[in-house]
């Protein structure tokens, strides 16, 4: 009797080589759920602070790292800690400012196959693998978000705020842009194309406001919380555990 020998094709064989997917997946959610934890509970004591984002390819000489330099400065001296991605470019601004006055400098650094390396101006830094937990936890611990011009890491964190704030999934806070020249493009379009053709309400351009002058953005975010307090209220940490 001629036994028949039979050959897998490569991907199933692969597949049968492979370390059982499930168990990798459940380690997997372990460790975003590690991540989550410590940013609980290292971050625990910053309020308030306020995130700054931009470029991570502005040179050290270039205005826009001046500028964030200078506004990290004086939020950090006003009382509020100050978060940057931790990487070069303008989060190193950020955290050389910040860590240069009197509140906590930080950085949530994530690890990327290039570009992002931590820079050395962090009192507290933390490591993040996954992008996503990485968002959830500038949310959590931000009360307001300061753009400054950047790429599309920049414009992502800027589109996520909106989106959240617009669906009511977090509280209104403040969202500003710096650099009307570098901003007014991108305005513009959100004008005459999102809110023309129905895309987003009229009232959605207020999410947003322009300051160009480090101490008005720092004015301004005392301002929206003149008649409330700088902490979430019951219900709105509520809401932010359902991110």
Not at 81 to 105: L, Q
């Amino acid at each position: 009797m001629i036994e028949r020998i039979v050959k897998l094709p490569k991907a199933a064989a692969s597949t049968l080589d492979a370390p059982d997917s499930t168990a990798r997946e459940a380690w997997h959610l372990l460790g975003i759920m590690s991540e989550f934890v410590e940013a609980t509970d290292r971050l625990g004591n910053i309020a308030p602070a306020v995130s700054i984002f931009g470029s991570a390819r502005t040179a050290r000489d270039h205005r826009y790292f001046e500028l964030a330099e200078r506004l990290a400065r004086l939020l950090s001296d006003a009382g509020f800690s100050v978060i940057s991605g931790g990487g070069p470019g303008i989060m190193e601004a950020c955290n050389k400012g910040a860590h240069e006055g009197r509140s906590p400098s930080v950085g949530l650094n994530i690890e990327l196959p290039r570009e992002q390396f931590g820079n050395t101006y962090q009192d507290i830094s933390l490591a993040f693998r996954h992008f996503f937990a990485r968002k959830v936890t500038f949310m959590r611990f931000s009360i307001a978000y300061v753009v400054l011009p950047g790429g599309f890491g920049t414009l992502d964190e800027l589109s996520e705020a909106l989106t959240l704030m617009q669906t009511g999934k977090i509280r209104r806070m403040p969202i500003i842009l710096v650099g009307a020249a570098f901003w007014g493009g991108l305005l513009h379009w959100i004008s005459d194309r999102l809110v023309s053709e129905g895309m987003i309400n009229p009232d959605d351009l207020s999410l947003m406001q322009v300051i160009d002058e480090p101490q008005k953005v720092v004015d301004a975010i005392f301002h929206h919380y003149e008649k409330r307090q700088f902490a979430p209220s019951m219900a709105e940490r509520d809401t932010l555990l359902n991110l």
